[in-house]
C-alpha cells in the first residue's frame, strides 16, 4: 500500500538505481496520475522530465471500459474483439477516437505551454504511470514512443495485475514493478490517498523540472566550488 503518488514515486526509484546521472536517460509520466510519480522518479535519478499523453477509449455508455486507446504521435489500439461483442459501431469508435484527440491536443497545450518536448531518439526512456489496469493506454504509449527511435523502453510502475509481466515483455524492453498482486480490482485500491489531479498541478510539476533540469540537482563532487 502507498501513502500517494509521491511516496510511490520515491519507492520506485530505489528499483531504478542503476539509471541513475546518466546522460542517456529521459522520464516521461502519463498525466494525469503518472506524473507526480515519475517526477520523483527523475528527480531521485537526475533525469529529465516531460510527458507522454495517452487516453483510453471507453466504450460508449461505459467510459471506464476500454475498447482500445490513442497515444501521441497517432498510435492507436483498438480491442476489435471486444468491440464486436458489445457491438460498437465504426461511427461510434470514430466518435470517441476524435473525443480523445482533441483532448490528447488540449492537454499537450495546457502541460506544456510554450517548451517543446525532450528529444527521444537514441534514449533510454523510463515510462511511468501511477499504476496499470488494463495497460491499453501504456501500450498505445510505447507503440508511439518506438516510432520516435529510442535506444530503450523501460516501463515502470508501482502497481499492476499479475499478468502485467506477460502483456509488457514483448513491447517494452524491461518491465519495472513494485507489487502485483493476484487480488486486483483497481488501482486506486492500492493507495491510501488516490486523489484525482487537476491539470495545473501537472503543469507546475513539469516547470518544476523544467527549472531543475537534469544535472542541476546532482550533488556536487567533494572539493567543488
Known sequence: MFVNRV???????KKLARYVNREDVVVLGIPRGGVPVAFEVAQAIHAPLDILLARKLGVPGERELAM???????ARILNQRLIAEL????????????????ELQRREELYRGVRSGIPIQ????????????????ML?????????????????????????????SGAADEFICLDQPEEFYGIGQFYHDFSQLEDLEVRALLERSARNPSGAHKPKERGAA
Not at 482500445?68 to 497517432?74: F, L, T
Not at 537514441?122 to 493506454?137: E, N, Q, R, W, Y
Open 122 to 137: 537514441g534514449k533510454t526512456i523510463i515510462l511511468v504511470d501511477d499504476g496499470i489496469a488494463t495497460g491499453l493506454s
Open 7 to 13: 511516496d510511490a514515486g520515491r519507492q520506485l526509484a
Open 87 to 102: 457491438g460498437v459501431t465504426e461511427d461510434q469508435v470514430a466518435e470517441t477516437i476524435a473525443e480523445q484527440q482533441a
Open 140 to 168: 498505445a504509449g510505447i507503440e508511439a514512443l518506438r516510432t520516435l527511435g529510442p535506444k530503450k523502453i523501460v516501463v515502470a510502475v508501482p502497481v499492476a495485475p499479475t499478468h502485467a509481466d506477460a502483456d509488457f
Open 68 to 74: 482500445g486507446a490513442i497515444a501521441s504521435g497517432g
